[in-house]
């Protein structure tokens, strides 16, 4: 039997994303605890001008949540249910696999999505395209967070270990560089620094797109912006390609 | 055609700071339609060999072909005739067996009718369509590890992989995943199985592999195997034999209140003409599967490897 393409990444959406949900539907609130704790404690510190600031950084915790729950879900699927041998042992190719676990993980956090980008309407100031510019970088963050999640599946042995990847993962991507506030209040001389993670280049889109940034976003800032945040994705992409292991060694 | 075919192959585990030879240039072939059973002890490397046959390890040596295509250059044309139960794997507990069996069929490739009457078909089969609907959650272990036959059995693989497939399971259960695969085979296909249960493999399989620490030691069709061990009869007799005398036919084993010696044809037979004489009560068998592994392995299968190192 040949794969067909749609129709398995349907079913595995169905088994990791429809299913769950329908028999536990709390799955739903889970995906919205964190940004929302961020925007609580940002709204209780910073007072009603930074919930802006914590729509946008909620939009781009929310895409990354998809990459942490990947690598815990795969690693899972992988070490404790030996389900991923069975789709290995099977017509399914490595890259639909991978495309149905993150659209199902995408299910989960469809919610959170609705609720940030319904704020994002309240309170944020479009600028004009500013909503394609949000959904390409969301859409360009998510195959790097996807990219990302596979990889680290395929080298973790046990899903205790995803526990301990998830945290540092949102700490290094989502609190530490500027998602929730702007660059530059990152002292000057460590800025750069900021630059490493690609969810800076992400929020920086975000909030210039919601007409947020100190700076306006320019034309040129923007294709900068999503250039990188490109090359990222791209690069994490060619990592899960060449690194990744489908089959072990 | 061959179903399978090793050559020479070999793998080493290898980790930071050590390395495991677990299989020692294996060389075996399979015949279409045959369902062969590998015995072997823990640590025998029964999974490592299943492992590579259904494209989920790579062999570090030698090669092996699965229905005419290599394992590892052709690995895509393997996998799109091939399904497998690894040893311990469990099914979603959010799903219930029917949809188990759809959604990995459709995942697959099947189309949504063709996959719902499979998955009706093997249900049926393996004795679940009064499970049909109930959440794997509130499953016994048997019944899961079922579901999880009837998704591979439901399948259309040519050749699938099934590594310690009743582990848990109760006789009638056994039985009724016994029933499923002798059918699978009688449509052609071609049944690999790993096992601890002698009898089974005796009573499944027309064909044996014994793996003993990486190596084949024997393969065949059972009679084949019988043919090839020393002493191809079981003689238990009750008393009225001394050890000396018995030790002239072979190494008698005391079990409790009898005595166990496998011997030659001849040797059997004058026994069984002393019991005779003395009144003794005797039964005389061909050996079975265990017996077979006793002699050809020196160990008993239920020893592991650790424990016999130790020992040794
Ligand atoms: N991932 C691994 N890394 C290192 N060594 C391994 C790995 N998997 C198996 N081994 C070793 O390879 C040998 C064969 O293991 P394998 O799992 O193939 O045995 P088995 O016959 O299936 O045993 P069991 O009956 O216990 O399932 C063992 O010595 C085992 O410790
Ligand atoms: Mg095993």
Redesign the pocket.
Known sequence: MKERKLPSVWAIVSMNGFLPLRRQPLFLINTLTSPFSFLFLLFIVGGAAAIPYGVAGGLVLTILSIGTSLQGDMTHYKTDLKFQEMVVASPVKAGTYVTGMALSEFVFSIPGMTVFVVLSFVYGHYIFLGGLVVAAALVLLWIFATALGFTLATYLADVRETFMIAPILSIALTVVPPVYYPVDRIWAPLRPLAYLSPTTWAANLVQGALGLSPTPLTLAQGLLDGAVLLLFAIVLFLIAWKKAQWR?R | MEALKATGLS?R???SG??????KEVTLSVPTGSILG?I????????????IASTS?LPTDGSMQILGHDVVDDSVAVRERIAVIP?ESRPFYWMNPRELIYYFLTMRGHTKADARTRADEALAELGLTEYAGTLVSRLSGGLRRRAMVAMVMASDAEMVFL??PTTGLDPLARRSVWEAIRKAAKANRTIFL?T?YLDEADALSNRIAI?E??KLLAEGPREAITAKVKHPYRVVVSDGFSRSELERYGEPIWLENRWLLLTGEREAREISKMALERGAKLSLAPVSLEDIFMQIVGKDISV??AEADEGA
């Open positions: 072990e | 793998k585990y290898v980790w050590g390395s495991n030879q677990a299989l590998l072997g002890r823990n640590g025998a490397g029964k999974t490592t060999f299943l492992r390890l040893q590594d310690e790993t601890h793996l620490k990486g592991d490897e």
